[in-house]
């Protein structure tokens, strides 16, 4: 199972576990990293762009706490970590395993690296 670390500058890392739901997008994903961008918050999400401009695979206009999504529209990795959904449908690409409270502490402006987990 691909293992993204998800590094949050300054307040500590979480781990996202890639699954099967829309493995397209999370390949696509997966090649592109590292990633860092600076992150935006939507409710209890915690969103940012990242360098993939792919179309849905197959989108959900649902989404549960440590749900980790790509939005197509603004090419956008998403982290859920409350009750807030979707804005509009997105592709799950996997799930938080370890640290989800961590997303609670980011504000916006904050810095985020994804790496692949070694």
């Known amino acids: 199972m691909r293992q993204i670390e998800i590094e949050i500058k300054g307040?500590?890392?979480a781990l996202a576990a890639l699954d099967d739901r829309n493995p397209g997008i999370a390949e696509a994903l997966w090649q592109k990293l590292p990633i860092e961008a600076k992150a935006n918050i939507w409710?209890?999400?915690v969103y940012?762009?990242?360098p993939l401009e792919k179309e849905d695979e197959r989108p959900t206009?649902?989404?549960?706490a440590g749900d980790v999504s790509?939005?197509?529209?603004g090419s956008a990795f998403c982290i859920f970590f409350g009750q807030?959904?979707?804005?509009?449908p997105v592709n799950h690409?996997?799930?938080i395993a370890e640290g989800l409270d961590l997303f609670k502490e980011v504000r916006a402006g904050d810095r985020i690296?994804?790496?692949?987990?070694?």
């Open 61 to 64: 206009p649902a989404s549960s």
């Open 93 to 95: 690409l996997g799930r």
């Open 84 to 88: 807030t959904q979707p804005y509009s």
């Open 48 to 50: 940012f762009e990242v």
């Open 70 to 73: 790509y939005w197509s529209p």
């Open 11 to 13: 307040k500590g890392k």
């Open 43 to 45: 409710g209890e999400e």
């Open 113 to 118: 690296v994804l790496n692949r987990k070694r």
